[in-house]
Structures are given as structure tokens and as C-alpha cells.
Nanobody, 115 residues
């Protein structure tokens, strides 16, 4: 079974940048799509961006367009989320998983945007 371990979160000021990493155990090629999700307290876990098996197809939700970039390094079985121009509203726990049917969730990585 594929498992996911997220890292790279932290505390940044508005306008700052972070790059999140997702280490995938098991074959990354077994997944059609993978995605980054985020969750704030009391809210549902929502999709942020997703990428296809061959990296040819990416999708971003509106708030991520122009600021976030999803990518993979399949040789390293790793997926990334580059986040630029971060806003206070981006504060959340970020997770990676398969899309559209996630499997077991990892611990996530906390992103805090604060001045």
C-alpha cells in the first residue's frame, strides 16, 4: 500500500514562500493522480492541486492559481508543492495523497502564515 509523508511546513510572513515535500513509499507510478490537500480546524480537508501520473495534467483550485506549483520527481518518489506569495488564509495543515480516492492520511505538515 502506498504511504505518504509530508514535510517542509513552517512559519512564514505574508508574501513568503515554502516548498512542501511528499515522500511516497511504494510505487508512485501506481497512482493515476496525486494531490495536495489542506485542512484548517473545524473544516473539511480540501484539494489544493493535483497532478497526473505523467505530469502532463495539473489542476489548481482558484486560490492556488498563480501562486502554487505542483510537481513530482519520480526518480525520488517525491511530490512537491511550491507555494509563493503566501497569505494569512493559507494557514493550514497540508497533506498529500492519491486523487480522487485518497488512501490513509499521513500526519501532514503545518503551514502558518503570520506577521
Amino acid at each position: 500500500q502506498v504511504q505518504f509523508v509530508e514535510s517542509g511546513g513552517g512559519r512564514v510572513q505574508p508574501g513568503g514562500s515554502l516548498r512542501l515535500s511528499c515522500a511516497v513509499s511504494g510505487s508512485i507510478f501506481s497512482l493515476g493522480y496525486m494531490g495536495w490537500y489542506r485542512q484548517t480546524p473545524g473544516q473539511a480537508r480540501d484539494l489544493v492541486a493535483r497532478i497526473s501520473r505523467d505530469d502532463s495534467d495539473t489542476y489548481y483550485v482558484d486560490f492556488a492559481k498563480g501562486r502554487f506549483t505542483i510537481s513530482t520527481d519520480r526518480a525520488k518518489n517525491t511530490m512537491y508543492l511550491q507555494m509563493n506569495n503566501l497569505e494569512l488564509e493559507d494557514t493550514a495543515v497540508y497533506y498529500c495523497n492519491a486523487y480522487p480516492e485518497p488512501s490513509d492520511w499521513g500526519q501532514g505538515t503545518q503551514v502558518t502564515v503570520a506577521s
